[in-house]
Nanobody, 119 residues
Framework: QVQLVESGGGLVQPGGSLRLSCAAS????????MGWYRQAPGKQRERVAI???????TYADSVKGRFTISRDNAKNTVYLQMNSLKSEDTAVYYC?????????????WGQGTQVTVSS
């Protein structure tokens, strides 16, 4: 059974940084795509960043140049480094693991971690 546990969320001032972590278990982590999504109050969940099993990455336009997704297959962990945070980045951030090397569609979800950007 796949389990995903996010950590690293919290309150940060605009312009600050946070690093989210997602520890995975129950699968051969290195074989699958991983991703970060977020959902702000009153909005639909949106894709933030994806990293494939070969470490190719894609980003939402709203976070390009500010966020970096990475993975450590030895630790079964995926990270999201978030810099230059803005108030509009405030959301619950979810980790996802796919069922293929290329996409997280139809995969598994973590429970989420709250990120609040406010002065």
């Amino acid at each position: 059974q796949v389990q995903l546990v996010e950590s690293g969320g919290g309150l940060v001032q605009p312009g600050g940084s946070l690093r989210l972590s997602c520890a995975a278990s129950g699968s051969i982590f290195s074989l699958y795509a991983m991703g970060w999504y977020r959902q702000a109050p009153g909005k639909q969940r949106e894709r933030v960043a994806i990293i494939t099993s070969s470490s190719s990455t894609t980003y939402a336009d709203s976070v390009k140049g500010r966020f970096t997704i990475s993975r450590d297959n030895a630790k079964n962990t995926v990270y999201l480094q978030m810099n230059s945070l803005k108030s509009e980045d405030t959301a619950v951030y979810y980790c996802a693991q796919g069922r293929t090397p290329w996409t997280t569609d139809g995969g598994y979800w973590g429970q989420g971690t709250q990120v609040t950007v406010s002065s």
